[in-house]
T-cell receptor, first 111, second 116 residues
Framework: SQQGEEDPQALSIQEGENATMNCSYKTSINNLQWYRQNSGRGLVHLILIRSNEREKHSGRLRVTLDTSKKSSSLLITASRAADTASYFCATGGTSYDKVIFGPGTSLSVIP | GAGVSQSPRYKVAKRGQDVALRCDPISGHVSLFWYQQALGQGPEFLTYFQNEAQLDKSGLPSDRFFAERPEGSVSTLKIQRTQQEDSAVYLC??????????????FGPGTRLLVL
């Protein structure tokens, strides 16, 4: 079973624009993570935000977490064609806990 | 450094065949996970090892699926009498022990299994 839902399911933008993806989850969490998966490649961990954090930045990535609404967002600024991928939010994923993934958002960045 | 590796990268099997998928975790990683990813979906948990002990196999879809990690390093996921619904990408992930920097799970490139 999957923990939450991403919104939108698919997103197409022009290079240089910002991309925002949202995630909702169902149960209480210790942390929330975002992963990227390029076509034909494995999952790459992008960023982890803990339940006591509200916002976190990593390069062009900005993640917010609202535990009262059980939601998170991933913002990619100044998108590049290489950002084209599927993006998954996920909970769990420590060294002793399985990762529970959402269904993902498919992002296409058009050069 | 070397990441998680999986072999084969692609496998085509006839329905009813047995298959074995291999995962080489990052050296020193205690925890190892297997996930199944159907086309267009997020990965779903299959099973978890801590060293050689299989601590959670609640995600294995049927008794045709079997995983082992006999020496606490390399792991093999075996699927017996494959069915078409087994077609998916099988991902392996490894992680360091709790309390160390490696809370994150590191994923391999996956094995894409197609059952005809």
């Amino acid at each position: 079973s999957q923990q939450g839902e991403e919104d939108p399911q698919a997103l197409s933008i022009q290079e240089g624009e910002n991309a925002t993806m949202n995630c909702s989850y169902k149960t209480s969490i210790n942390n929330l993570q975002w992963y990227r998966q390029n076509s034909g490649r494995g999952l790459v961990h992008l960023i982890l935000i803990r339940s006591n954090e509200r916002e976190k930045h990593s390069g062009r990535l900005r993640v917010t977490l609202d535990t009262s609404k059980k939601s998170s967002s991933l913002l990619i600024t100044a998108s590049r064609a290489a950002d084209t991928a599927s993006y998954f939010c996920a909970t769990g994923g420590t060294s002793y806990d399985k990762v529970i993934f959402g269904p993902g958002t498919s992002l296409s960045v058009i050069p | 450094g070397a990441g998680v590796s999986q072999s084969p990268r692609y496998k085509v099997a006839k329905r009813g065949q047995d298959v074995a998928l291999r995962c080489d975790p990052i050296s020193g990683h205690v925890s190892l996970f297997w996930y199944q990813q159907a086309l267009g979906q997020g990965p779903e948990f299959l099973t978890y090892f801590q060293n050689e002990a299989q601590l959670d196999k609640s995600g294995l879809p049927s008794d045709r699926f079997f995983a082992e990690r006999p020496e606490g390093s390399v792991s093999t996921l075996k699927i017996q009498r494959t069915q078409q619904e087994d077609s998916a990408v099988y991902l392996c992930a490894s992680s360091l022990e709790v309390g160390q920097e490696g809370e994150t799970q590191y994923f391999g490139p996956g094995t894409r299994l197609l059952v005809l």
